[in-house]
């Protein structure tokens, strides 16, 4: 009787953390589609987010464009939701407070402009 309430708890253990890391799956891939129409309404002002943006950035060459950005030999994923999750020391940049979902779309269109 003690092995099978080991194995109970065991299964519901495993399951919740399945369940977890399925549930955190499509947050932390994101949709890039969706993250192209996240950044054309808030990022647009300061960067070119794409070369079809119908604002260009105020100021021309104020900051990255995200191609740029993209195609660093050090941009990837985790150190782009890294970056984006907490303040950084760029005064000119302000705080992003993202949603997760926003912010792994974000990153997925971000990470859609790399050049293979």
């Known amino acids: 009787m003690r092995n099978l309430h080991a194995i109970t ?10 369940g977890a890391a399925f549930a955190e799956g499509p947050a932390r891939s994101g949709n890039a589609r969706a993250g192209r129409e996240f950044v054309g309404h808030n990022c647009d002002a300061c960067h070119v987010v794409a070369k079809d943006q119908d604002i260009r950035p105020l100021v021309s060459g104020y900051a990255p464009s995200f191609s740029e950005i993209a195609n660093r030999p050090d941009t990837a994923p985790e150190a782009l939701r890294v ?15 993202l949603a997760p979902a926003d912010l792994a779309n974000v990153v997925a269109y971000i990470m859609s402009l790399r050049h293979r």
Do not use: E, K, Q
């Not at 907490?86 to 940049?93: E, F, K």
């Open 9 to 18: 708890m065991a299964l519901i253990l495993i399951s919740a953390a399945a």
């Open 83 to 97: 970056f984006l999750s907490r303040p950084h020391g760029y005064s000119n940049m302000p705080y992003p407070d």
